[in-house]
């Protein structure tokens, strides 16, 4: 539907409309425009109501400091390489972590410690995010608050304790009195009721995080976050003020680091979520343009309307995909030429180097990478055997394998774990995850250089190398093998099957008499028990859902884009947790 006037449909239908790509993108586009100029106003208008900056936080201070995306939806908002004054540093603080039903979670695996290493040189910085359906998103009032309260009381945690082993009293800038370790909540969205509810379990966080040892190096925390975190918000043209409190949330840089956040978007007062849509014109004009839905929020769930559209590209192709002539459905066939065009020379471009796209972990031969790092035969230059855990598989890697047999006299080892993609796996991955690990174990044991890949090495391939590093390295950083790890003897598995000895899992290495054992239906058992022995230790679960996220922390110290799914977890957990041995427990 396509007209200058707003149709007259009902609002389950506007609703529908606005949901299209093109009605989202003009959305974002609008918020996004002169968004650095508005913010600078509402600071200076709160200036001037007698709720002043500190004295060196001056209108040309604020306009220094740099301009961060919340990561997915706020990264719609921040065009690259305007005039905003950004930062590459990435932050995800995610909504999920602080909602209710996720009793206001703190997590291990999204610390942010760089924006902390950001605030350390800067002071003070810019935060957009928004969403669909809240004035604020839970980000901003709920997950930021928690983190900053947590960062804040494990520092000072740590400061107590470094204190005491401290002759040159370093750890003294900032007196115990001075330290800030309160909760801070915009008073709008968070009632004094939920108020008391968060606070009374930031403690346990800080616990948590404490003794998941996640803070690899609580000394460079401590002299990094020599001031305090404290949020503030800037939403509906207003500064917020805390909850609790009657004073208004405000830039102090002398005394905190500020973390200022902004939701780019407007909406009607007083109305509920599914009423916030409503009718615009392009630059206010009824004559000659064609009006949208705008939707405030409008780049939340990007994965439902954007059509794999990234928001480089849209503002890379912003003006041909924001032409005023264009309606719904040709907005949806723009936007599927461009990722279509974007793919293509993707793949033109592979660098043929395959370590750019693999991380190594800890101080072992152990690499972690995306489909890229496992493409041959240059794979073979860096790798001696490579695991896939993706249902595809390279035409030629089978022939290239064989080729450096053949022309290099060297053998090479790929065993593929047959995963599909996402929810599309049911229980393959549990099910050959012995094999899998197996295959590390043995390579690793011969001083080879091992590349674990998937699609994008997010997901699957992590899991499997958190299942290894459970079993094989000591929880702490760096990352290194157990002393007992050379003495694993993957012989003993299946010493009691009767089959030919020398007989290779296609070109694995492994036995296929082993491969087969293991992927029997009590397979995990049998790895499981094996495990036991070898490690000698008692018959409970090597990880539970508390260590598997401080293994996941550790790992992501290396692999920084890791980002298992909770299915995934979950298949972790039932691995190590669900096996008929440990019902004795």
């Known amino acids: 539907m396509q007209c200058n006037e707003q149709p007259h449909i009902n609002s389950r239908q506007q609703r529908k409309l606005a949901y299209r790509a093109r009605n989202r993108l003009l959305s974002i586009h609008r918020d996004a425009q002169d968004l650095k100029q508005r913010v600078y106003d509402i600071l200076e208008s709160h200036h001037h109501h007698g709720n002043p900056c500190s004295a060196s936080t001056s209108s040309t201070r604020i306009k220094s400091f740099p301009w961060l995306p919340n990561k997915n939806c706020g990264s719609w908002y921040l065009p690259p390489n305007n005039e905003l004054t950004t930062s590459s540093t990435e932050v995800y603080f995610k909504s999920s972590d602080g909602h209710i039903t996720s009793n206001y979670a703190f997590s291990l695996k999204r610390l942010n410690l760089p924006l902390i290493e950001l605030l350390h040189q800067v002071n003070s910085c810019f ?31 740590y400061r107590s304790e470094f204190r005491q082993l401290d002759e040159n009293n370093q750890y003294d800038e900032v007196g115990e009195d001075e330290w800030d370790t309160s909760l801070y909540t915009p008073a709008s969205i968070v009632s004094p009721e939920e108020y008391t509810e968060i606070s009374s379990l930031i403690d346990s966080r800080v ?26 918000w800037i939403v509906e043209g207003q500064v917020q003020s805390y909850t609790n409190s009657l004073q208004l949330s405000s830039v102090d840089d002398d005394k905190y680091y500020t ?20 009718w615009k014109n ?69 660098p043929p180097n395959s370590m750019e796209h693999g991380d190594k972990i800890g101080n072992i031969d152990l690499w972690i990478g995306s489909y890229e790092a496992a493409k041959p035969p240059t794979c ?20 290239s394998i064989k080729e450096q047999q053949e022309q290099r006299q060297r053998n090479c ?44 090495g997010r997901d699957r391939a992590v ?71 070898q490690a000698s230790l008692p018959q409970e679960p090597f990880a539970d859902k508390e260590s598997l996220r401080i293994v996941l922390q550790l790992v992501t110290q290396y692999r920084e884009n890791a980002e298992t799914t909770r299915s995934t977890m979950q298949k972790l957990n039932r691995f190590f947790m669900s096996s008929s041995m440990y019902r004795h427990i």
């Open 127 to 157: 935060l957009v995010d928004s969403s669909v359906r809240k004035i604020l998103p839970d980000s901003f009032s709920r997950t930021i608050p928690v983190w900053c309260c947590v960062m804040n009381r494990i520092v000072q945690q």
């Open 380 to 399: 073979w230059d860096n790798f001696d055997a490579v695991l896939n855990i993706t249902d595809t598989e390279y035409p030629d890697m089978q022939e």
């Open 463 to 533: 899991a499997v190398v958190l299942a290894f590093v459970v079993l094989a390295c000591p929880p702490m950083y760096p990352l290194k093998l157990k002393d007992t790890f050379a003495g694993f003897d993957i012989d003993t598995i299946s010493q009691q099957q009767q089959g030919e000895a020398d007989k290779r899992y296609h070109h694995s290495d492994l036995e296929l008499d082993l491969v087969n054992v293991l992927l029997e239906k009590n397979g995990r058992e049998t790895f499981l028990h094996w495990m036991h022995n």
């Open 282 to 350: 392009h630059s206010g004009s009824d004559e000659t343009s064609f009006g949208y839905y705008y939707t405030p929020g409008a780049a939340d769930d990007d994965s439902e309307w954007g059509r794999n559209l990234s928001p480089n590209l849209f503002w890379s192709n912003c003006e041909t995909l924001l032409q005023h002539n264009l309606t719904d459905d040709d907005t949806d066939a723009l936007i599927d030429t461009i990722i279509q065009r974007e793919r293509e020379n993707h793949l033109s471009c592979v």
């Open 207 to 232: 616990e948590l995080l404490y003794s998941s040892k996640a803070i690899v190096n609580p000394s460079w925390l401590i002299s990094t976050l020599n001031k305090p975190l404290r949020p503030m």
């Open 413 to 456: 080892f790929y065993l593929q774990l047959p995963v599909a993609e996402g929810k599309k796996d049911k229980i393959e991955l549990e099910r050959w995850m012995p094999v899998g690990l197996v295959f590390l174990i043995h390579h690793l044991q011969q001083k080879r250089r091992v590349l674990v890949y998937g699609t994008k």
């Open 259 to 278: 973390i200022i956040c902004c939701n780019p978007s407007n909406y009607h007062e007083g109305s509920s979520s599914k009423n916030h849509i409503h």
